[in-house]
């Protein structure tokens, strides 16, 4: 008895040391945010957060990007700092960053955390829908000095998204259905930016309101939907054609749903359409493409 | 075997294993996807202007993270070694009581409640694994005194079921879960280090080492144990309240390693067969050799986690599947001869 005692009083001693030495002294996330005329070294951690980046003309300063970063094309020869998912918090330190913008996601607010421990300025952005690309924009000119620059896209994007929002107007509404994984079938529900995006090009989500954002269906509720197009993003490595040629095979058997029915199933690329961020009006442009072809015909 | 076990033989192993431990903790800690020099690491914090990445990279993310594996890797191989010998089942990991499952529960409960203040630096995350972790195992402990007293079978069917049942619940969540949010879990349910603050490298340190030197104590009864029930209590061993202690210490680690590196198997599995497989099964010797030897193989796979992908990083729990099976299969050849498993 006397021995676990004392092993007990052990460990209460090493704790107390422990919070004694520790607690406290640990924190450095007092150290104030760069100011934005001092912000010389950008590091993103989403793809979508590197294009805004570069819309904003901030092309020298980014000093670190996401292995998927892929444009614009300039994003390909910056340093790469480790995946969305799994952030190289090494990595992101030996960039020497004065700003890192991460993304409101569970494990990028893990990895912000973890970065402000250390030292690092970081700042958080929530980009799931339209509405929140443009505070997204806003906050990021905020902190880097880039507010005429960010009025101007914001101008810019809202602008074009009018015109073709004003050119779908004189439609009747095509019911989409959005996929996003054939097997098993998982498609786009109404909570999701994709929706807003099939929106904005003319058209209408085919599923109603669902639990998910993007529900699992089946083959029922596929009949049921009656969708008029639809969409799927490439997936993967495969490229557009082959896939193409996959969902014309797979969707031969709902040959009574009308998208089926007069062949209007569309596999796309899925850069702008499955990112939210400045090339957003292609992405509505790319949409628009598939449910009104013959206008886009020329 | 025949061999010996003295105390001289003992302190000379452990003090070897632990040579190799600082060494390849040494040798992990100059690895890693950013190239970094020890000379600029001494120039200290804030060398010259601005601050050091160098100094940085090094003693606030490598070292903690390396330390932490150790101290991880430890935790995870002696509990494995008493789970073993208290369920007397050589398939026993420090997870087959529904240790992994209830902490798997924990942490995606405070995803899904999407809790956001930390309790001690730690994330909510952490904080809800460990408790559902200790939640568990003291319900499958219940659940297994009710089935009589110390009755292994019904221990071991309490936990699989328990284990099997939170895991549904976990796939259910997942599958009703709103957004993909969830899938980040997916990553702690494979098992992730990362740095920590030093507080909790410091805390966690304590406790385990504690935990080890506990259960090093109760060596000779976990001996006594393994020949069985009634040969222990013929030899004046209090078999009730071993197994109890035991189990509350090595449950304790468990809990422990799971809320730092989520669900980092194989460790608690191999790291306890191959020591005794090599060198023999007296728990004297077992409890600390497995500890040192899982916090040297925990150290070296993180390190392969770290940069076998770079600049992205693998869950360190898919490096000690897929180098630790081929390992462990190989040491099983080679040694089960000389233990005399083929009479």
């Given amino acids: 008895m006397r021995q676990w005692l004392l092993l007990l009083l052990l460990i209460f001693c090493w704790m107390a040391a422990g919070f004694a030495f520790f607690d406290g002294a640990e924190t450095r996330e007092s150290a104030g945010a760069a100011l934005p005329k001092d912000v010389q070294r950008i590091v993103s951690l989403a793809p979508n957060l590197t294009e805004i980046l570069f819309a904003l003309g901030l092309d020298e300063q980014i000093a670190g990007v996401t292995i998927f970063s892929d444009y614009p094309p300039a994003a390909m020869k910056k340093r790469k700092i480790g995946s969305f998912w799994q952030p190289n918090i090494e990595a992101v330190i030996a960039a020497k960053p004065d700003l890192v913008v991460t993304l409101e996601f569970p494990q990028q607010k893990e990895a912000a955390r973890r970065l402000r421990r250390l030292g690092c300025n970081c700042l958080t952005v929530n980009i799931e829908k339209v509405g929140d690309l443009f505070e997204a924009i806003d906050r990021i000119a905020e902190a880097t000095g880039k507010d005429a620059e960010a009025a101007e896209l914001a101008s810019n994007l809202r602008s074009r998204l009018d015109v073709l929002s004003a050119s779908a107007a004189k439609y009747e509404r095509a019911k989409v259905l959005w996929v996003i994984a054939r097997e098993p079938l998982r498609v786009a529900g109404r909570d999701t930016f994709v929706n807003e995006l099939i929106e904005l090009a003319g058209g209408e989500n085919a599923i109603g309101r669902t639990v998910h954002k993007y529900p699992p269906i089946g083959s029922e509720q596929v009949i049921a939907s009656a969708p008029d197009v639809i969409i799927e993003p490439a997936m993967g490595s495969k490229t557009v054609s082959e896939q193409q040629k996959e969902a014309l095979r797979y969707w031969s058997r709902f040959k009574n749903v009308p998208a089926v029915a007069n062949g209007r199933i569309y596999v796309i690329s899925p850069d702008t359409v499955c990112r939210l961020g400045p090339r957003l009006h292609q992405g509505v442009e790319t949409v628009a493409r598939c449910l009104r072809p013959q206008l886009f015909a020329d | ?343």
């Fill in chain 2, 1 to 343: 075997m025949t061999e010996i076990l003295t105390p001289n033989k003992l302190i000379v192993r452990i003090a070897w294993a632990l040579l190799l431990l600082l060494a390849v903790m040494f040798v992990c800690s100059l690895i890693g996807t950013e190239r970094i020099s020890l000379k600029a690491v001494f120039a200290g914090d804030e060398a010259g202007s601005a601050v050091n990445p160098d100094y940085e990279i090094f003693v606030r993310v490598r070292i903690p993270r390396i330390v932490l594996g150790a101290i991880v890797g430890a935790a995870l191989a002696c509990s494995g070694v008493v789970f073993q010998a208290l369920l007397r089942n050589p398939l026993a990991d420090p997870y087959i009581l529904g240790i992994s499952s209830g902490a798997g529960l924990g942490a995606m409960i405070a995803v899904l409640v999407g809790l956001n203040s930390a309790v001690f630096g730690r994330s909510p995350i952490a904080v809800f694994a460990f408790a559902g972790a200790m939640g568990t195992v003291w319900l499958v402990w219940f659940i297994g005194r009710l089935t009589g007293k110390f009755h292994l079978t019904g221990l071991l069917l309490a936990g699989v079921v328990v284990n099997a049942f939170f895991s549904a619940v976990i796939m259910f969540l997942t599958s009703v879960a709103r957004s993909d949010e969830v899938y980040g879990t997916m990553f702690w349910l494979m098992g992730n280090m990362a740095e920590e603050d030093f507080l909790v490298v410091w805390t966690a340190g304590g406790c385990v080492a504690a935990g080890i030197a506990a259960l090093f104590y109760l060596g000779p009864q976990l001996n006594a144990l393994s020949f069985g029930e009634d040969d222990a209590r013929s030899i004046g061993v209090n078999t009730g309240r071993t197994r109890t202690t035991a189990f509350a210490i090595a449950a304790f680690m468990t809990a422990i390693a799971v809320s730092i590196s989520g669900l980092v198997g194989f460790v608690g599995l191999i790291v306890p067969h191959a020591v005794r497989l090599v060198l023999g099964p007296d728990h004297r010797q077992l409890l600390p050799l497995s500890a040192i030897f899982g916090a040297i193989f925990l150290v070296a796979a993180d390190t392969l986690a770290r940069i076998v992908v770079a600049p992205a990083q693998l869950p360190v729990g898919v490096v000690t599947a897929i180098a630790g099976g081929p390992f462990f299969l190989l040491l099983l050849v080679r040694y089960s001869k000389k233990v005399g498993w083929s009479k």
